[in-house]
């Protein structure tokens, strides 16, 4: 069955530094890959997309990175800040023959100052 | 645009009580999904509609779970009866057929079954 993976725990970093989180699938072979960021007690929010023909894309502070061949995708923030404290959710889409969009676990990154 | 707007936000109710959630997507688009959010279980896709009509509801938990969406505007996720297992917070989200696959959702509705 399919499946998509990112680190369960929540990653800590220093205000400054670049935070980089895991997203791996299995059983997959996504078009594209997207990742959505989550405040508590608020909905999921679109950040970026990435198609499987593209190795990279960025916007402002974030890049993401998708290797199909991995079957992995990399979101970074560079120079991160306490505002982006949030939870950080990876969606390779679609999936199988339908379009609907299944949800990684999540991963909470706490950006000390 | 107000987004998708889903009511209530919070409800709470005791096991075997009927429990109706409200979705309102955003205008012109034709896709419409329901996930649940639990710490354990992460968010699920419990069904999604393209143009009014259900296309995958493989995700619905059991029979006591019934989603319609009667028009382009409104949805409602149905639970009868209710459990405490049922407890979580609830996702709507709509999306626009042509262009990306991109969701917009809305707040959520957090359910508290005693």
């Known amino acids: 069955s399919q499946k998509i993976e990112q680190n369960s725990e929540a990653l800590n970093i220093q205000e400054g530094k670049t935070a980089t989180l895991t997203c791996n699938y299995t059983?997959?072979?996504?078009?594209?890959l997207q990742w959505y960021r989550q405040d508590p007690g608020r909905g999921p929010v679109f950040l970026l997309l990435i198609r499987e023909n593209e190795k990279e894309k960025r916007k402002e502070r974030l890049k993401v990175t998708f290797d199909t061949t991995l079957k992995q995708s990399l979101f970074h923030i560079t120079a991160s800040q306490p505002a982006d404290s949030a939870t950080y959710l990876c969606a390779p889409g679609p999936g199988g023959a339908t379009n609907k969009l299944i949800f990684g676990t999540g991963t909470l990154l706490a950006v000390q100052p | 645009d107000a987004g998708v707007i889903q009511s209530p936000r919070h409800e709470v109710t005791e096991m075997g009580q009927e429990v109706t959630l409200r979705c309102k997507p955003i205008?012109?688009?034709?896709?419409l999904f329901w996930y649940r959010q639990t710490m354990m279980r992460g968010l699920e896709l419990l069904i999604y509609f393209n143009n009014n009509v259900p296309i995958d509801d493989s995700g619905m938990p059991e029979d006591r779970f019934s989603a319609k969406m009667p028009n382009a505007s409104f949805s409602t996720l149905k639970i009868q009866p209710s459990e405490p297992r049922d407890s979580a917070v609830y996702f709507c989200a709509s999306r626009e057929t042509s262009g990306a696959n991109v969701l917009t959702f809305g707040a959520g509705s957090r359910l508290t079954v005693l």
């Open positions: 059983n997959y072979s996504p078009a594209y």
């Open positions: 205008s012109g688009h034709n896709s």
